[in-house]
Every structure is written in C-alpha cells, then in structure tokens.
C-alpha cells in the first residue's frame, strides 16, 4: 500500500473515544458541554456545584464519534453524602476516559484548581488545558505569560484559551479532541446525543430553574424527584416532586402565593418542551425530607448513585 492509500485508510477509519471535562465548581464545564454538543443537555447556573451527576453528551460528526463526561465540580470542605458522591463521581471517570479537558477561569488559580490538577496526576492520560472565559480578560497581554506558567505546573497536551459562552476558539478545541481519540468504531447510534433518559433531563432542568430563581436564599439541599412521566397522545404528562430540608426552604420555593414554584415551573416546561419537541404538562409540588442530602440511603433511592 502507498502511503496516500495508507493516509486515506486512516482518514476513513472512525474514531470514537471519552473525554471527560474536570475542573473546580463554576468554571463554565457544563456551558462549555452544551456548545460543544450544539444543544442544551447538562444544566448551567452562576451558582457552584450546579452539575450533580455524571452526564454523557455524545457528538458524531462523519467518521468522528466524541462522547463528552461532563463531571461535578471537584471541591473540598464539605463533607456530606451528596459531596463526597460528587467528588467520587469524578475520581472514578478519570480513570477511564481516552482525554481529559481540565477548566480553569481564566487566570484564577487556588487551591480547588491544585485539587484537580493533584486528581489528574495519578492518570497517564493526555491533557488538555481549557481556559475558559478569557472574554473577561480586559489585558489580554498577561494571558501569554499565564500560559507559559500553567505549562510549567503540568506537561499539558494542548493548551487552549476560549471563551464557551462566546463560542470562541470552540471549533478549534474540537479538531483537536478528534485528532487525539482512537481509532475505534462507535459506541453509540449517530444520532444520539446522551445516555440519559427524558425523566432523568426533566428533573434536571427543574431543578436548574430552582437554582437560577432561588440564587442565595436556598442552599444545596434541594433535589427533584420525578413521580410521573407519561405520554398520552401528542401531550407528556409530568408531575415532579421537590425535596427540601426544612420548611422555611418550602416557603421559599412556593413563594407568595405560590407565585414563584408557578414560574419555576413555566420556565422549566418550556426547556423539557424544546428538549422533547412535545406540548408537555408540568405539575410541581414541594416536600420537606429532612436530611437527605446527607444520607446515603436516600441519595440511592434519588439516582445520586447510579455511576458513581
């Protein structure tokens, strides 16, 4: 075989691979997902430790199968259940992906950052550094030098400056993930873009308006529980249960007259619709669980432990 005929065997051999996205809460990870798959999959908010679970978002594009891992925040200095599930969630996809995208805000660098970068230590797999956000850098004359500094602290692989939610340097980033995957056949069918369900993304994008409504006045300890999901003719039927830990956390998320649970659920309704491409009815009711969030039992019966 001549080596044209050689390189056209290779252009034409699929590639698949995983790559997961790492980096401390709120660095822009789940945004960055989102642009890079096309559509809205994992939830984003201002808010640290939005993104809970493990989420696939599967790319194909011709002979190129990317299935993006998007992660929790890895973070330290909280010590529930629901923490250390997170953290775990992240140490077990490391260890088996083909790349690793690790997010870092702009020239930010603490010790949530020293974190990961200590996770990725223990992995022989290729790194990529993604600086996100760089939009924000009004002297962008100090970025150059930033660079030079983050290839000292780590033999990266690549180190990309981009901004996820002006869709920046996203393309570039991508030719570069497909170059780095292996030569496998796909693992999903072309046209799938996740391996989560439509109940599990519904209660996802409830509680990312809960998240974005609630800002400060709510903490963590707020989960969606799915109680109906039904299809009857070209209408899906959801009814969703929120689970809080105290009550004055249930008043807040009803508001005045249930005026602010009514907009929550509006919000959340039209995402789920565009989502499914279906009239959907969303009906939302809040309970108090005192707890649950720190009790493994409960974050079991919740899906909290499904790929961690």
């Known amino acids: 075989m001549s080596s044209e005929q050689h390189d056209q065997a290779d252009a034409s051999s699929p590639r698949c691979g995983l790559v997961a996205i790492v980096g401390k809460p709120n660095v822009g990870k789940s945004t960055l997902l989102n642009y890079l798959i096309g559509q809205k999959l994992s939830i984003t908010s201002r808010k640290p430790q939005t993104t809970r679970h493990r989420l696939l978002g599967i790319k194909t594009v011709g002979n190129t199968q990317i299935i993006f891992v998007d992660t929790p925040g890895l973070h330290s200095g909280q010590d529930k259940a629901i923490n250390r599930y997170m953290n775990k969630t992240v140490h077990n996809v490391v260890r088996d992906v083909d790349l690793i995208l690790f997010v870092v805000d702009r020239l930010k660098w603490n010790e949530e950052d020293e974190l990961v970068l200590r996770q990725i230590r223990h992995t022989e797999t290729p790194v990529m550094l993604v600086i996100n956000k760089v939009d924000l850098i009004e002297d ?121 649970l009514k907009l929550i659920g509006t919000e959340a309704r039209k995402d789920i619709e565009h989502l499914l491409d279906s009239k959907v009815m969303l009906n939302l009711w809040v309970k108090v669980k005192s707890g649950w969030s720190d009790d493994e039992r409960a974050l079991k019966s919740l899906g909290y432990d499904d790929f961690a």
Do not use: C, W
């Open 140 to 260: 962008k004359s100090i970025l150059l030098p930033h660079i030079n500094e983050m290839q000292s602290l780590y033999p990266f692989a690549e180190i990309f400056p981009l901004s996820a939610l002006k869709e920046h340097n996203i393309e570039d980033l991508e030719k570069a993930i497909a170059a780095r995957l292996p030569e496998n056949p796909f693992y999903y069918p072309e046209d799938q873009i996740t391996d989560r369900n439509a109940r599990f993304l519904a209660a996802e994008f409830i509680r990312e308006k809960i998240t974005r409504q609630i800002g400060d006045e709510l903490p963590y300890e707020a989960t969606v529980e799915i109680e109906e999901f039904r299809h009857d003719g070209k209408v899906i039927y959801i009814s969703a249960l929120i689970l809080v830990e105290k009550p004055g956390q249930k008043r807040i998320i009803i508001g005045d007259g249930g005026s602010r």
